[in-house]
């Protein structure tokens, strides 16, 4: 007989690849449950424009919320336009 406690089951990479689906909370900024995934050109800090960006919007207050995918294209798009000025 053992003194420890049983151990969590283990996640599995598929578990792990499970997407978040944010439509089913609130919306963090005005609580309203209006959130929806789409897909929409997104005129970003310093003039910069993310052309197609999916990512979810809150239709009651605009909010907008970027996942980590999001979050990659968005850095992808300020290198290539840093590396045009440098250029």
Known sequence: MSSSRPSAPLTTKRQMRQPVHFTSLPCPACGREALAHVVEDCALSAGRLVKRLPHV?????????????AITTIEATAHRSARKRLA
């Open 57 to 69: 919007r809150c239709a009651s207050c605009g909010e907008r919320f970027f996942d980590v995918t």
